[in-house]
């Protein structure tokens, strides 16, 4: 959708980590290259600005709170008024919640107004707080979606509690899954050696957890099955990639229950695909999750998921190849899901995929795509590789991240919603 005369675009970013810190590097050097003039204005770390930098995208970092306190989001606000007013975008696209807030309360003092668009990222109220937070957390929402010219969800899941906390806003909103750009994933390395790297044993099979080490991304669900897991299947190992206000905690956790030699905290990682190619098996227990842009890496890298049947990871998986979906909270259904997928080949199809079922201590039947044929723990050759540099066919994962999940079909949607919002009326 290229334009004669570039439509200039600011995307407000609070500070973050993961999927909407990536979604917002992907789309705004998308945009940058289809003809758009972009800036991305937030509280900007020094390892965006590079990577910002390097796909010659302009930035501004500016003052942002951690906090929903309303004195110093008024000051934040005051300085993105003063850039949007020496800028003169054409759109402000504010990621999150908490950027949509900063950004409808900096619209009053700017002139002319751009136009306001919001993405919202993650389910409403989805990180626990007290009373007063979720008081200053539902009067964000409602203003910010009052105020918005248009409304982005992730997910379906996303959009229909947006309806719900503000039926008047629902036409604003329209839904536009995240998107990866699914040929990162297809990588080809030695495993033996970035397992070494990482502190792990080259024979063992991996279990993954990526993402913020926090209690709603389910971590010590994660831990809970880990225990069960070392003790039921000793040739298995576990890997957890990211940081978060429970790294500590979970450090303490691994020594008290006698799992510290099976599993490594490796913090921030940049190597993502790389990473994705060593594991066996990635857990995303979350309790509460709005899409998942781990989820679809994992599919792209052709790795078996097992993950909480809610939110916008149900609309990712259901029906995904090698995904399973386990009701969240549950550690020995989590357990039981990994010990599944640890057990099993992927089928080449994901139309020949049998439809199948693990059985959670209460009984309860949950779905799960696997295949018929036993996965040998003991052997040292890593299938995802090997599959990867013999055949040139997509595999599933990256067939259905292609047809569902591409960066394309994002960022075109997103350029169709901006073409909606500055359209002559």
């Known amino acids: 959708m290229a334009r004669t005369n570039p439509a200039r675009v600011l995307h407000l970013l609070r500070p973050s980590a993961g999927g909407m810190r990536e979604h917002v590097i992907s789309l705004a050097v998308a945009l940058s290259q289809d003809n758009y003039d972009v800036m991305v204005a937030g ?11 390097r796909a010659q995208v302009r930035f501004a970092n500016i003052g942002f709170p951690r906090s929903w306190g309303l004195r110093q989001n008024l000051q934040a606000a005051e300085a993105l008024a003063r850039l949007l007013n020496s800028q003169r975008p054409d759109l402000c696209h504010a990621h999150g919640y ?4 900063v950004a409808s309360l900096a619209l009053d003092r700017v002139q002319p107004r751009p136009r306001f668009i919001c993405t919202a990222h993650n389910l409403p109220f989805s990180t626990p707080r007290g009373l007063r937070g979720r008081l200053a957390e539902r009067f964000a929402y409602r203003r910010l979606l009052s105020r918005a010219d248009a409304a982005i969800a992730v ?27 699914a040929g990162k994933f297809e990588v080809v390395i030695d495993g033996g050696l970035k397992k070494q790297e ?5 024979p063992a099979a991996v ?16 831990m809970d099955a880990a225990v069960r897991l070392s003790h039921a299947l000793p040739n298995v190992e576990f890997l957890v990639v990211g940081t978060g206000p429970e790294l500590e905690h979970l450090r303490r956790e691994a020594h008290t ?10 913090g921030f990682r940049d190597d993502i695909p790389a990473i994705m190619a060593i594991l066996d098996v990635i857990a995303i227990p979350s309790l509460s999750e709005g899409f998942s842009m781990v989820a679809v890496e994992a599919l792209a890298a052709d790795t078996p998921v097992v993950a909480s049947d809610t939110g916008g990871l149900t609309e990712v998986l259901a029906g995904a190849p090698r995904a399973a979906l386990v009701p969240p909270g549950e550690d020995l259904a989590l357990a039981r899901g990994i010990a599944w997928a640890l057990s099993r080949v992927p089928e080449e199809s994901v139309a020949s995929a049998a439809s199948e079922f693990i059985e959670t201590e209460a009984g309860q039947r949950v779905r799960a795509l696997v295949s018929e044929e036993a996965y040998d723990l ?3 050759d890593d299938w995802h590789r090997d599959r990867r540099a013999g055949a040139p066919d997509l595999s599933p994962g990256q067939k259905y991240v292609r047809e569902r999940f591409s960066l394309e079909r994002m960022v075109a949607a997103t350029e169709a919603a901006y073409h909606d919002l500055l359209a002559p009326h």
Not at 213 to 220: A, N
Request: aromatic share 6%.
């Open 155 to 181: 997910s379906d899941a996303v959009r229909e509690a947006l309806g719900r906390l503000a039926p008047r806003a629902r036409d604003k909103c329209r839904t536009i899954h995240n998107g990866v750009d």
């Open 198 to 202: 990482l502190g792990l044993s080259p």
């Open 257 to 266: 229950r006698g799992i510290y030699g099976t599993i490594v905290f490796a």
């Open 98 to 101: 908490h950027a949509g807030l």
């Open 207 to 222: 279990v993954g957890f990526v993402g913020r080490l926090s209690r709603e991304k389910g971590i010590y669900v994660f």
């Open 43 to 53: 509280a900007l770390d020094e390892e965006l600005r590079r990577r910002l930098s």
């Open 378 to 380: 003991s052997d040292r």
